[in-house]
């Protein structure tokens, strides 16, 4: 991977005078955190893994904006960092383009970035480290695994995907495309955005159940929360899904909730991506503070869980043990 080192002169100078969390000044380190906004149980743990990580305890002073799915608020959020001259900046970008102009602000007031969780549309000179998961892989477990589930059955797929324009609806709907692309027997009826969220999930399953009654068999939602909605509209509307129902359900996060459903056989597949990444980032913080040598790009490990009873190359059987030992 590539590595990146700041000015050693000057972080020689702080790294000799400073504790782990803490500026050459005593200091409490500040961070000031962009957040997506709430709108999924995955964005909630995300949130608390970061209050958690950076708090003054561990020598930090978090500041987190929730963006609330708002681009332009989130921008005017970053700007406020770059004025208040925090320490580090980091981002969870709600849309992937649209960034250049104020990376150089922070660029020109010297303030280091980190990309979190999902990708932007930037050259990585523009920013200094970028910690998150893959998308697009994620797309390609859940493609690859119906393909093992099917074996080349028809599918009649409906995908209710995420926010327009985040890069983790533009990558888990690529992925899950690449596999699709393989398989003529395959046939994408519908695609919309529930927008991540649980009424979104349900209000589009609702309008697809409308329009489509009777010809599907398979439903993709591209986060545990709109499976969760779409659940709700199969369900009023008489629909049996998961393990032994008349509809397969794929869903992504792998969120405590989701993976209940799951061992409960609602869900069939749950494809992980993974909110705990404050930790990692707090590393790359530290080896920044230390001017030391750190990581431009980290990848979290991600997996994906399966319903009981169903034996799979590309994902985990659940079980009890499983859900029990998940930190979130």
């Not at 921008?75 to 980091?90: C, P, S």
């Not at 690529?174 to 919309?192: K, P």
């Not at 159940?209 to 909605?229: L, S």
Request: hydrophobic share 40%.
């Amino acid at each position: 991977m590539n590595k990146k080192v700041l000015g050693m002169l000057a972080c020689t100078a702080v790294a000799a005078s400073m504790a782990v969390g803490v500026s050459a000044e005593g200091d409490l380190i500040t961070i000031g955190y962009a957040q997506v906004g709430h709108e999924s149980d995955w964005r909630t743990a995300n949130t608390k893994n970061y209050e958690d990580v950076f708090s003054e305890e561990n020598g930090y002073e978090l500041s987190l904006i929730d963006c609330d799915n708002d681009n332009a608020k989130q921008l005017e959020a970053v700007r406020n960092f770059i004025t208040q001259g925090m320490d580090y900046i980091v981002i969870a970008p709600i849309q992937s383009a649209g960034w250049d102009t104020v990376l150089q602000e922070a660029q020109d007031a010297g303030i280091p970035v980190i990309i979190a969780d999902r990708e932007i549309e930037a050259d990585a000179s523009m920013y200094d480290a970028w910690v998150g998961t893959a998308p697009y892989d994620e797309g390609v477990t859940a493609g690859n695994w119906l393909a093992e589930q099917l074996d080349g059955a028809e599918a009649k797929i409906l995908q209710i995907e995420g926010s327009v324009g985040a890069s983790a609806a533009i990558g888990r709907t690529d992925g899950f495309a690449e596999v699709m692309a393989e398989h003529s027997e395959w046939e994408l009826l519908d695609s919309q955005s529930g927008d991540f969220t649980q009424d979104g999930g349900q209000a589009v399953m609702e309008s697809f159940i409308k329009t489509y009654e009777g010809q599907f068999n398979v439903v993709v939602c591209q986060n545990d929360n709109e499976a969760y909605g779409a659940m709700d509209a199969m369900d009023a509307a008489g629909i049996t899904y998961g393990v032994g129902g008349d509809v397969i359900l794929i869903s992504y996060d792998a969120t405590h909730d989701g993976l209940q459903y799951t061992l409960d056989g609602k869900i069939n597949l749950d494809v992980e991506c993974n909110p705990i990444q404050a930790e990692t980032v707090k590393g790359v913080i530290e080896q920044m503070e230390a001017g030391e040598e750190f990581e431009a790009t980290t990848l979290i490990t991600d997996e994906a869980f399966c319903a009981p009873g169903i034996e799979s190359e590309f994902a985990t059987t659940m079980t009890e043990e499983i859900l029990a030992g998940r930190a979130y």
